[in-house]
């Protein structure tokens, strides 16, 4: 900030040179008062741009101004340009008589920029004051009229008529004040003695002098001056010239002699002995940058000389001679600084664009980027390019004013980010550089819809699991960025399948919650579909079909049929004394509403007495006599038939059966204990089993009337083709029927009441191959091969 006065020159420079060329850019002027309040209209841009106000946001209209704080602002409704932050001309532009801002206003569709100068205009704020607060002057009485005595200068940050413009002394006898003007319309004053003074009779004399600036109102500041009459001394020391004048280059040596100052003093003796100083003038030090030898008056250089901080100093010095009291002599010394190229150029980027669409047209502006140089003629022109193969190229606009465009194609997929390296070289001897490396962006558009892993997705859910728990999490990712990558999902509701009722998906995380809990035995399987949709404008979706197969639970213990009931009443089945080993004596069968193992079945005998004389098929339930009756063995046998599932857990239902031995042949006869029965006899279980024995019945006569069909018309070698069918008969009676892709078990036994047929159908999800059979043993062989690890389901049907 405190560098925008010197470049003020420039400007006007510049300004006139921009005038005769053919290429000149436009220039706006403006001036406005400083300490304006918010919201001042400086001027009325969309006139002066030649705009109407409709094209003022259709052409996106914005104000850089380069500055730390935003001090203008555009109404867009009206045009007018108004000031947007308080505005301190004493801080913007200290110590300088122009203060102007320099804005920039771009317009786009098409590009244009416009530079803006605003004048800030002072006003009279700021008060004049001094930097001490009392001034102590030693006089001899001794002093003639007519001597002079340099006061401190009051300083006023305003400038022009709100300045410092008059100086005041309070009314006395001896002293009067001359203002005197200098070059640079600065004032300084000076205490001239009228009266010779008279130290016995005062021996000090205090005034007040008053600095008043030349504004409306007018401000004032004062300074106390004590002025202590001394006897004797009364010559003063006298420079051998009233104004030093010297050069010196910056950056010059520490230590390096700048001058020597020679000062003389018609006194004798002590009186004319001197001692050399710096004068303070307001609130420059210049013993900060130069040191004085008090005896000798050489001056030589304290610290680094820059040009771009002070381009000349004004330096004031005395000489103090050592009499009683000591007189003082002053002098002006005005030391001019030579500028040496010693600073580097610097690259200011401004209106840099976040991000730049990779399907942006050639030509499109980027950003803005000034050069600048603190160092003055050739050593502050610098020129600015571009270094590297980057598709970017800079546009002159005027001066040291570029604009980086795009000039070539953007690909994001290939390069999403480029670091563009701007160098700018002056035109010192010898010249210096700097490097600015400004990333810019490749945004991305939407051009890549999501994709699923997978188009079709198998989730597994077991049977009874809790409501509002995530089954499975879908996932689609898409090339893209930002909201053009930022996938929701939703399920596609099946107006002939409520999905919706049985699962939800949380849209933003894929999972998937199941809103009931599913039971295998009323559905085995449902399948929805998935779509994922991105942010993108607009937006690209893809689907996904999901299969969700529920998994069987062991949650259904066997229920035994009649005519048998279960534990907990005792059934009843007679057998003759006569009766052989292998004996028929009865049939348990049971059927279980889970599949697969959780309802294959085994049947035991769980009574360690009643296995003596009894075993019991395991797979088929049937109860037979180990050997011939004795006279030992008792006349009623108590069984208790346990029948177990496969399932983890296993669950088990319980029969009580009390065989009894009869003598007579003619008595024996099947008894069945009766259970009561409800009303609602017919319950859902003997509804299913009556359809299913039905169905198998129907199936089977219809299986043996096909391959006899088959065998009577056609040849051993066609038929062969179609791998006929084998019937195996099996020594307790039972028929084996199986083809390649099915088997069914047909078992009868010799007595007709007790008959079933258990059929094995292929199972769903289907498996490579399955067989099942019984034997005449009562074993059960099976080999069967099972996809993703899921158990068969077997149902087990009752003739």
């Given at each position: 900030m405190a560098a925008l006065g010197r470049y003020d020159h420039v400007w006007i420079v510049l300004s006139v040179l921009l005038f005769f060329c053919e290429w000149s850019v436009a220039q706006i002027s403006y001036s406005v008062s400083e300490e304006v309040d918010k919201g001042t209209v400086v001027g009325n841009l969309a006139k002066d741009l030649n705009l109407i106000l409709q094209q003022l946001q259709s052409r996106n209209l914005e104000i850089n101004s380069g500055y730390n704080i935003q001090y203008f602002q555009v109404d867009l409704q009206s045009g007018f340009l108004c000031v947007n932050e308080r505005i301190d001309r004493e801080e913007l532009c200290p110590n300088t008589v122009k203060c102007s801002l320099n804005v920039e206003a771009m317009l786009s569709h098409p590009r244009d920029l416009r530079r803006i100068e605003i004048d800030i205009l002072d006003v009279n704020d700021n008060s004049p004051?001094?930097?001490?607060?009392?001034?102590?002057?030693?006089?001899?009485?001794?002093?003639?009229?007519?001597?002079?005595?340099?006061?401190?200068?009051?300083?006023?940050?305003d400038i022009g008529k709100n300045s410092v413009k008059a100086y005041k002394l309070t009314h006395n006898e001896h002293f009067s004040l001359d203002v005197q003007s200098s070059g640079d319309s600065s004032l300084s004053a000076e205490l001239v003695l009228q009266k010779s003074l008279d130290r016995e009779k005062q021996a000090v004399i205090t005034l007040t002098l008053t600095a008043v600036d030349g504004g409306k109102p007018p401000r004032s500041g004062t300074l106390q001056i004590t002025v202590n009459v001394m006897d004797v001394n009364d010559n003063s020391p006298v420079f051998s010239q009233s104004l030093y004048k010297a050069q010196i280059v910056e950056n010059a040596e520490i230590g390096a002699t700048l001058l020597t100052l020679s000062a003389t003093d018609l006194d004798d003796g002590v009186n004319s002995e001197l001692v050399y100083s710096f004068a303070a003038k307001g609130r420059v030090d210049p013993s900060d940058t130069f040191s004085l030898n008090e005896e000798t008056g050489v001056i030589t250089i304290k610290s680094n000389i820059d040009f771009e901080e002070n381009k000349a100093y004004d330096i004031r010095v005395q000489a103090k001679d050592k009499g009683t009291p000591p007189r003082i002599g002053h002098g002006?010394?005005?030391?001019?600084?030579?500028?040496?190229?010693?600073?580097?150029p610097e690259i200011i980027v401004s209106s840099l664009m976040n991000q730049v669409k990779e399907d942006a047209e050639l030509g499109t502006v980027v950003a803005l980027v000034t050069v600048t140089d603190r160092d003055g003629g050739k050593n502050g022109h610098a020129n600015c390019r571009i270094t590297g193969s980057v598709p970017f190229k800079l546009k002159s606009n005027y001066k040291n004013y570029y604009s980086l465009l795009v000039d070539g194609d953007l690909d994001r997929e290939s390069v999403s980010q480029y670091d563009v390296t701007i160098t700018a070289t002056d035109e010192g001897s010898p010249p210096l550089s700097s490097t600015n490396v400004i990333t810019v962006q490749v945004s991305d558009v939407n051009d890549n819809p999501p994709r699923f892993p997978h188009p079709v997705i198998n989730v597994y859910v077991k049977e009874n699991s809790p409501t509002d728990r995530v089954i499975h999490t879908v996932t689609a990712t898409d090339a893209d960025l930002g909201n053009n990558a930022k996938v929701t999902y939703t399920i596609i509701n099946d107006v002939s399948m409520p999905v919706l009722s049985m699962v939800n998906i949380n849209s933003e995380t894929g999972e998937l919650v199941c809103l009931q809990s599913f039971n295998y035995e009323e559905k085995k399987t449902f399948q929805f579909k998935v779509k994922g949709i991105d942010s993108g404008a607009p937006s690209l979706s893809s689907n996904a079909t999901v299969n969700v197969f529920i998994l069987d639970e062991n949650d259904n213990s066997p229920g035994i049929l009649a005519p048998y009931s279960e534990h907990g009443s005792v059934n009843s089945e007679n057998i003759p004394y006569s009766a052989e080993a292998g004996y028929f004596a009865a049939k348990i069968r049971a059927v279980d509403a889970d599949s697969g193992y959780n309802a294959l079945l085994s049947y035991h005998i769980s009574e360690p007495k009643g296995t003596n004389l009894f075993r019991i098929g395991t797979s088929t339930g049937e109860i037979r006599t180990k050997r011939r009756m004795s006279d030992n063995d008792l006349k009623t046998h108590p069984l208790v038939v346990l029948v177990c599932d496969t399932g983890e857990p296993s669950l088990t239902a319980t029969l009580s059966l009390d065989v009894v031995v009869v003598e007579n042949t003619g008595d024996l006869q099947t008894q069945f204990r009766h259970v009561p029965l409800k009303e609602d006899s017919l319950s859902a279980l003997n509804l299913y089993l009556l359809i299913a024995i039905a169905s198998v019945s129907v199936i089977f006569l219809l299986s043996l009337v096909s391959l006899i069909a088959v065998k009577c018309h056609r040849t051993d070698n066609?038929?062969?083709r179609y791998s006929a069918p084998m019937i195996t008969t099996h020594p307790d009676g039972s028929w084996s029927y199986s083809k390649s892709t099915q088997q069914y078990d047909v078992c009868f036994s010799s007595d007709t009441l007790k008959s079933d047929v258990v059929v094995f159908p292929p199972q769903f999800p289907p498996v490579d191959g399955e067989l099942i059979s019984i034997n005449g043993g009562d074993t059960l062989s099976r080999t069967q091969t099972l996809p993703n690890h899921e158990k068969v389901r077997i149902k087990h049907i009752i003739l």
């Open positions: 004051y001094f930097m001490d607060e009392v001034k102590i002057i030693d006089l001899t009485e001794s002093s003639y009229p007519g001597e002079r005595y340099p006061l401190p200068t009051a300083h006023d940050v002006k010394i005005l030391v001019e600084v030579i500028d040496i190229n010693d600073n580097l066609s038929f062969s």
